[in-house]
């Protein structure tokens, strides 16, 4: 059975945007995804609140994806990796643009295509998501000043990025829209929608 891991922040853990909780199995994207590929596919979560690209945050340790890739990587010998990060990279600490964010997701990508172990007959296929629009619409949510603007530019940049490393590609938010009032994460509906669009594509990724 082909292992397909899902590589991702507080989105791809399934952080609801109304109540202090986890989505559960049947509303979280990854696990749907799993049920619509029951039997033909495993789903690996690995989402992790706050998680960046390659940037250490200064507040909040180890959430830096780029050190945990390799282990993860190691621990699961996937055959298909989709990352989808960024969101956190857009923080008003990091002071970064969005160009330079699609640069660590790409890292990202170089660190799946680079892995073989002697297991493996080859790397795995990676599919490049950019992530969703964020809207600045909570006055009380701290830490996402210019993240909007910023955020409107991920389309354009991580597909040159996808297309320079040669890895498959996704935009979000063609799809996906956040939670009105919170800005960030996803209402369970958008989850679904995420997990019916994946379906459909990965067979074909992985024939």
């Known amino acids: 059975m082909k292992q397909i891991l899902c590589f991702g922040d507080s989105n791809t853990w399934g952080y609801s945007p109304d109540l202090p909780r986890r989505y559960n199995e049947n509303e979280r994207w990854t696990m749907l995804l799993q049920s619509h590929l029951a039997g033909r596919y495993r ?14 945050d200064p507040y909040e340790p180890g959430k830096k994806g780029l050190d945990y890739l390799l282990p993860c990587l190691e621990s699961h010998h996937p055959d298909l990796v989709i990352i989808m990060l960024g969101t956190n990279d857009l923080k008003t600490r990091f002071h970064v643009c969005a160009s330079d964010i699609s640069k660590g997701a790409a890292r990202l990508v170089q660190v799946v295509q680079n892995f073989q172990h002697s297991y493996m007959a080859k790397a795995p296929e990676v599919l490049l998501i950019s992530p969703a629009h964020v809207y600045e619409s909570d006055p009380n949510k701290e830490g996402f000043a210019g993240a909007e603007a910023k955020s409107k530019q991920f389309g354009h940049f991580y597909q040159l990025r996808a297309k320079e490393l040669g890895c498959h590609f996704l935009d979000a938010a063609q799809l996906i829209t956040p939670c009105e009032k919170e800005g960030v994460h996803w209402q369970a509906d958008q989850h679904a929608i995420l997990a019916h669009k994946l379906a459909e594509m990965l067979p074909e990724l992985l024939s």
């Open 43 to 56: 789903i690996i979560e690995e989402g992790q609140n706050s998680r960046t690209t390659v940037l250490e």
